[in-house]
């Protein structure tokens, strides 16, 4: 028989890695914390481990931020602030119906954010994104009014929380308390303008427990496929209600989320309102120019429980210590005053002041309104035929009309909706 020679085996040649993936990370600081949980007899308690003493870092400098922008930003964060400490007085006092739900530490991201907006976009705010309504135009009696179910308020004393928005004037949805849905929504009115012949940047945003959602996916996805303008900010603050973020998902961060929908992710620091900004503006300027949606990760923590019953006793407290030194007003002040130096101890104070006036100015208007009437109950709950007119924002669509007789197009059967 005859004898093969032994040859060796052809090498399979080395296939390029070409998938490249870059989240730019803007934060000047990278916690390395982790939280777990451990037995403590028939229950379990939370502990955190890693490096609580790290400096409190810089504020970014900002690429586009004015020292007029800056400074009305850091007004808006004050208002923000000081109203939902007023929300939890009248609470406490009785005079709030129902629950309080808020963004202690969170105001940055919620102010900075809508700032990038244009008057002309639409914003769709969360629960904890009071102050990116203060941003839109709504005075703070109203949120106040609003959470007083008064008959004044937006809801005309309807609802007793932050479900009210404005599609008329200041281009705001109202926010939605099933997680996620405000995702495709806001793709929608994205959507909208486009076939209006407009592309518009449209924000909303998302915390780290709720983007697990079915829907954020499916909404994300559908943006992402069709190139709309959706700009999605996930607060990750560590905490979705009682449950860390450490137990909620295995990826390191929620921007990688964005490679598997193959559109930009960036992380920022939460609590740094230039690097919120500046992350914004560019999500924005990419969304105008018709390039599809952005994820930005905005990592801070949560300086309250879930809502106001909630005391956040789970939360272990050098957590709370570590973040509270990273207040995001107290940071961004001493910026204003000391680094830039674009105000100074008496501006600061003058217009501390002038917050504080305008804000009880606001709750003393909100304290004094009526209460709806019994009668008014029935009115309002359903759009009676007449009561408004639904009619495009921006321009009429066009629409293909085929001529008389002519059949239409075999391609006219399938719209494309890029």
């Not at 803007?26 to 609580?52: A, F, M, W």
């Not at 004037?169 to 405000?182: H, M, Q, W």
Request: charged share 25%.
């Amino acid at each position: 028989m005859p004898t093969l020679k032994n040859s060796p085996s052809p090498q399979k040649p080395e296939i390029p890695n070409q998938r490249t993936y870059s989240i730019p990370d803007y934060r000047l600081e990278k916690p390395n914390i982790s939280v777990r949980q451990v037995p403590d007899g028939d229950t379990v308690r939370y502990e955190v481990s890693g490096d609580l003493s790290a400096p409190v870092p810089p504020i970014r400098e900002s690429k586009y931020l004015s020292q007029q922008q800056s400074i009305e930003i850091y007004r808006w964060m004050l208002l923000n602030r000081k109203m939902e400490a007023a929300l939890e007085s009248l609470y406490k006092q009785s005079k709030v119906v129902g629950g309080v739900y808020f963004g202690l530490g969170q105001e940055a991201c919620s102010c900075a954010s809508a700032f990038a907006l244009r008057p002309d976009e639409w914003l769709g705010p969360m629960i904890r994104n009071q102050g990116s309504m203060l941003v839109r135009g709504f005075p703070a009696r109203d949120i106040m009014m609003q959470y007083m179910a008064k008959a004044g308020s937006p809801t005309r004393g309807r609802d007793a929380s932050s479900h009210f928005g404005d599609t008329q004037t200041r281009n705001v949805v109202s926010p939605i308390s099933t997680l996620g849905d405000l995702i495709p929504v806001l793709a929608g009115v994205a959507l909208g303008a486009r076939l209006q012949g407009r592309n518009i940047a449209v924000m909303t945003y998302i915390g780290d427990g709720g983007q697990s959602t079915g829907v954020t996916y499916e909404g994300l996805n559908f943006a992402a496929v069709q190139d709309l303008g959706l700009v999605l900010f996930v607060e990750n603050n560590l905490w979705g209600y009682s449950t860390p973020s450490d137990m909620q998902f295995r990826v390191k961060d929620l921007a990688e989320r964005a490679i598997a929908y193959g559109i930009p992710g960036v992380i920022v620091d939460g609590t740094d309102a230039c690097q919120v900004y500046d992350a914004a503006h560019e999500a924005c300027q990419r969304a105008r120019q018709g390039k599809g949606p952005t994820l930005i990760e905005a990592k801070m923590m949560r300086m309250k429980g879930h809502a106001i019953h909630d005391a956040a006793d789970y939360v272990p407290k050098p957590l709370f210590e570590y973040w509270k030194k990273r207040d995001c007003i107290a940071r961004f002040e001493n910026y204003l005053l000391n680094v830039k130096k674009w105000l100074t101890a008496d501006d600061n104070r003058k217009l501390i002041e002038d917050v504080e006036r305008e804000l009880e100015a606001d709750r003393n208007y909100a304290e004094n309104s009526p209460m709806p009437t019994p009668e008014s109950a029935a009115g309002g709950a359903y759009c009676d035929e007449g009561c408004h007119e639904v009619k495009p924002k921006y321009a009429m669509p066009k629409v293909h009309t085929p001529r008389s007789g002519s059949r239409p197009k075999q391609s006219d059967a399938a719209v494309h909706l890029k």
